[in-house]
C-alpha cells in the first residue's frame, strides 16, 4: 500500500516525523528506505527543521556537583509543563575515566569536550546527535592542550600547559550554512609578561573529520577564556576586548569578537554606544559584567551590574540589548532593564510567554520570572515580580539553554573516507558523526 504514494508525497510525510522515528521507518520497506537514504530527502529535512521558527521545545545543560559531578541534559516543552514533565537525556558516553564539557549547541547537534579525569588535559571533541541517540567517534585534539582547573567557576575555567608555558585556550562550536558543515575553532593564546599572544588558530570541519591551521588569519584582539558564545547568522559571537592596554577590564576595550564560519575570517562588532555610555558611567565601587547570548533569534548582550562586592558571582541589576537587524549599528536596542532584590547568577533567555529564565542567587535555582506588560522599565525579581521556582538546581555558570532541533545529521567513514549516510547500524569505535552536502 505504501509502494502506491509517490516518494515526493512520502518525503511531506516524513518531514512532519522526528528525527528517531524517520530512522525507525527505513524498516519498513525498501522503497521507504530509498526515499529516507536519498542524501537530497537528508538535505531538505535538516533545513525545514533548522528553519522551522515554531520549534517550542528547549534544550537545557547544567552541571550538577550533588550527582556525581556530571552534566545533566534535559528536553523541556516550553509551556506550563516546562518543570514538570520534561526528557532527560542519556549521555552515549561513560563518565568513568572522563569528563566532558560542553563546548555548545548548533542547529540540532551538541559539541562536548572530552578530558581525562587523571590529568585534566583535553583530548578530544565528542559531537552527539540527541535527537537519535547515537554516539560517535571521538575526534582527537592536536597539541598544544591545557590543563583544566575549575570548569564551572564564575570567572570560566582557570587553563595552563602541561608543559608549565602558561596558556590559556578557548572553543567554539557553530553551524556554517552555506556549506552545510559544523565546525568547531580553537584559539590558544601564549600567556607572556601579562600579555596574551596567540599562538594557534585553528578548526574543525566535520564534513573532513580534520583539523586545519587558520593561524594566520588571527583576530587583532584578545577572546576572554571566559566569554560566553552566541551562534548568530552563520558566526560564533564572544567578548573580547582590544589589547593595546593589556587591561581586559576597561569597558572601553570591549568589542563583540566575530568568527565567520564558512569564510573563516575574524571580524569585530561595537558595543551599542549607549550601552557603553552606561557602563562607562557605573562608579569605581561597583561590579559589572557584559555577557553576550541570543534572545528570540537575535544577537543580545547582557550588561550585569552590582554595588556589592561580597559576593563576585552573584549581580542584582541587568540591561538586555538587542541587535534587530545583524549588522545594522542602529539596530541596537534596550530590551529591558531589570533588578535583582535577591540576587542573580545568570539570565538564559526570554522564553516564548515573554518570561525570563534567571539562574536565581539563593540556592541558584531555575527561575521563570513575568516581566509584566511593561518590560521596558525598572523591574524587580523577588517580591515584586510574579515568579515560578522550576526546582532545577545547578551551578550557576554551567546553565545554558537553546533551541531543540530535529537532525538527521549522520557519518560514517566508508573505507576512510568521510561519506554522508542516514545508516543507523550499531554504532561502532570506526562510526563517527556525518553531515550531508547538497549533491548527491
Known amino acids: 500500500m505504501s509502494d502506491c504514494l509517490p516518494a515526493d508525497v512520502l518525503a511531506d510525510i516524513f518531514f512532519r516525523l522526528p528525527a528517531k522515528t524517520v530512522l525507525d521507518c527505513r524498516c519498513v520497506c525498501k522503497f521507504w528506505r530509498s526515499v529516507i537514504s536519498n542524501s537530497s530527502f537528508l538535505c531538505d529535512y535538516n533545513r525545514l527543521s533548522f528553519n522551522n521558527k515554531y520549534n517550542t521545545r528547549l534544550i537545557l545543560s547544567r552541571y550538577d556537583d550533588t550527582r556525581k559531578r556530571e552534566e545533566i541534559m534535559t528536553l523541556h516543552d516550553d509551556d506550563e509543563s516546562f518543570a514538570e514533565h520534561f526528557e532527560e537525556f542519556e549521555f552515549p558516553f561513560d563518565h568513568g575515566l572522563s569528563n566532558y564539557l560542553l563546548i555548545g549547541f548548533s542547529c540540532g547537534l551538541v559539541c562536548f569536550l572530552e578530558s581525562s579525569k587523571a590529568e585534566n588535559l583535553p583530548e578530544s571533541i565528542l559531537i552527539w546527535n540527541p535527537s537519535v541517540g547515537y554516539s560517535f567517534k571521538t575526534f582527537p585534539i592536536e597539541p598544544p592542550v591545557s590543563k583544566i582547573y575549575r570548569p564551572y567557576s564564575a ?19 557553530g553551524f556554517d550554512p552555506r556549506s552545510f558543515d559544523y565546525k568547531v575553532v580553537r584559539i590558544v593564546y601564549d600567556c607572556l609578561d601579562s600579555k596574551r599572544v596567540i599562538e594557534i588558530v585553528d578548526v574543525f570541519a566535520l564534513s573532513t573529520g580534520e583539523w586545519h591551521n587558520i593561524t594566520a588569519s588571527a583576530p587583532p584582539y584578545v577572546i576572554k577564556e571566559s566569554s560566553a558564545t552566541a551562534y548568530v547568522n552563520g558566526a560564533i559571537h564572544w ?5 593595546a592596554s593589556h587591561v581586559e577590564r576597561l569597558v572601553s576595550r570591549l568589542i563583540i569578537a566575530v568568527f565567520d564560519l564558512h569564510d573563516e575570517v575574524f571580524k569585530e562588532i561595537k558595543l551599542p554606544s549607549e550601552m557603553m555610555k552606561e557602563a562607562i558611567g557605573i562608579g569605581h565601587d561597583d561590579r559589572q559584567k557584559i555577557s553576550i547570548g541570543v534572545v528570540r533569534n537575535a544577537l543580545a548582550l547582557l550588561h550585569y551590574h552590582s554595588n556589592s562586592r561580597n559576593d563576585m558571582s552573584i549581580f542584582y541589576g541587568c540591561t538586555v540589548w538587542v541587535m534587530n537587524e545583524y549588522g545594522a549599528m542602529e539596530s541596537w536596542a534596550r530590551l529591558f532593564n531589570i533588578h535583582f532584590v535577591a540576587g542573580v547568577g545568570k539570565i538564559l533567555g526570554i522564553r516564548r510567554n515573554g518570561d525570563i529564565l534567571v539562574v536565581a542567587a539563593q540556592n541558584w535555582e531555575l527561575c521563570s520570572v513575568n516581566l509584566g506588560s ?9 517580591g515584586h515580580r510574579p515568579t515560578k521556582n522550576l526546582n532545577i538546581h545547578g551551578a550557576h555558570s554551567s546553565f545554558y539553554t537553546a533551541t531543540f532541533m530535529e537532525c538527521l545529521v549522520i557519518y560514517k567513514k566508508v573505507n576512510g573516507v568521510p561519506t554522508m549516510s542516514t545508516n543507523s547500524a550499531a554504532t561502532t569505535s570506526t562510526q563517527a558523526l556525518c553531515v550531508g552536502t547538497s549533491g548527491g
Do not use: H, T
Open 374 to 382: 511593561r518590560p521596558a522599565e525598572n523591574l524587580n525579581f523577588i
Open 239 to 243: 567578548i573580547g576586548y582590544d589589547d
Open 155 to 173: 570567572n570560566g575555567p582557570y587553563v595552563r600547559s602541561s608543559e608549565g608555558k602558561p596558556i590559556v585556550s578557548c572553543f567554539a562550536f
